[in-house]
């Protein structure tokens, strides 16, 4: 059974960091590219970040030079450094697992807030 649980979220002032984090179970992690996402209420889920079996990673324009993914493969485990948050990265942020076949995953996801 392929689990993805995300966790880290919270409420933040405006101008403060949070660290995501996403434990796979289920699958074999290092053949997998890793993403966030996320869902402000009333608008479409998007892709804030991805990162490759190779690490190579990419951001959405508007978290460039703020956010911060990363993995660990030791511990199936994707994160999300988030800095200098402001008031649209208010969102759920989910995890997402994409790897061979077409085979994909999502976590639940986590709330994140940030407070102005």
């Known amino acids: 059974q392929v689990q993805l649980v995300e966790s880290g979220g919270g409420l933040v002032q405006a101008g403060g960091s949070l660290r995501l984090s996403c434990a796979a179970s289920g699958i074999n992690f290092g053949f997998y590219t890793m993403g966030w996402y996320r869902q402000a209420p009333g608008k479409q889920r998007d892709m804030v970040a991805s990162?490759?079996?190779?690490?190579?990673?990419s951001y959405t324009a508007s978290v460039k030079d703020r956010f911060t993914i990363s993995r660990e493969n030791n511990k199936n485990t994707v994160y999300l450094q988030m800095n200098s948050l402001n008031s649209d990265d208010t969102a759920v942020y989910y995890c997402?697992?994409?790897?061979?076949?077409?085979?994909?995953?999502w976590g639940q996801g986590t709330q994140v807030t940030v407070s102005s």
């Open positions: 990162i490759t079996t190779t690490r190579y990673s």
């Open positions: 997402r697992a994409s790897g061979p076949g077409g085979l994909e995953f």
